[in-house]
């Protein structure tokens, strides 16, 4: 990892990353606890689809994780996204036709992601190279002092469908939060299912009712196929970008609970 920049805002030190992985460098940040050196519990945190690594729901994570419970956080730019973008009319033209998709579902009916074979082979592969890049990213935190974790992993929507075969295959993560995924309501359902079959750590699945990409029915399926002894689900009427903000409370008291609080937090 080389850090290229730090700023620091009441008690929070934000620092912007470049991580070789391959032939990429995948841009990110590390935020943790002002003046409190040691080993602590870090929450990787993935975005959603057209989003990136300081979207204001990352942001807004992850300052309260370090503030809240003395905690590191640390987000990545997915692959074709944030600073990684190439193309900008493509990923304009990504965002446009997500918008639309959301706009069109309603009333309980989603609309789907709307996806060709071409982007459906994209976004395979996109999710695969993220996988990859999570897995560096553990690998690298040692010099930073991070290297022991524990380690919790939070990502709905596309940070579900690149996070799920990651926490599933990676036995550093501790726990996890997914959502807004659905076993028929995403490309390469088959590989999904087969991930949350194989996913053992606790998990808290968060879901809407009124999801427009997503059928209920999708949603209910991924967390049946959840192998993980302890999962609980949250469901709460809205639509796919209205999960209720006292979401990230029932988040922090569930990696406080398997992650554990620092000896250094203040009470």
Do not use: C
Not at 40 to 59: A, D
Not at 74 to 92: K, M, N, S, Y
Not at 261 to 267: E, G, K, L, S, T
């Amino acid at each position: 990892m080389e850090f290229v920049e730090e700023t620091r805002d009441r008690g929070v030190v934000e620092r912007r990353f470049d991580l070789a992985v391959g032939e990429e460098i995948v841009p990110g940040i590390l935020w943790s606890p002002e003046g409190r050196d040691g080993l602590r519990p870090t929450v990787l945190v993935g975005h959603g689809g057209t989003q990136h690594k300081r979207t204001p729901n990352v942001l807004g994570l992850a300052r309260r994780y370090v503030r809240h419970l003395g905690y590191a956080a640390v987000a990545l730019d997915a692959p074709d996204h944030g600073d990684r973008v190439t193309d900008r009319e493509a990923a304009e033209a990504a965002r446009r036709n997500l918008e639309r998709r959301m706009a069109e579902g309603h009333d309980g009916r989603p609309a789907g992601l709307g996806l060709d074979q071409a982007q459906l082979a994209a976004m395979a592969d996109r999710q695969a190279k993220g996988v990859a890049e999570w897995r560096a990213l553990l690998d690298a935190l040692p010099a930073e002092g991070l290297g022991a974790g524990p380690f919790g992993y939070w990502g709905v929507s596309m940070g579900t469908a690149i996070g799920l075969p990651f926490v599933a295959s990676e036995p550093r993560i501790t726990a996890a939060v997914l959502g807004l995924a659905g076993l028929r309501g995403l490309p390469g359902s088959g590989a999904l299912e087969a991930a949350a079959r194989r996913l053992t750590v606790p998990v808290l699945f968060l879901f809407q009712w009124d999801d427009e990409l997503m059928t209920r029915e999708s949603g209910l399926a991924l967390f049946d196929a959840f192998g993980s002894r302890e999962k609980t689900m949250h469901v709460n009427p809205g639509r796919h970008v209205q999960i209720p903000l006292f979401e990230r409370d029932a988040a922090e008291q569930f990696f406080a609970r398997h992650l554990g609080v620092p000896a250094d937090q203040p009470v």
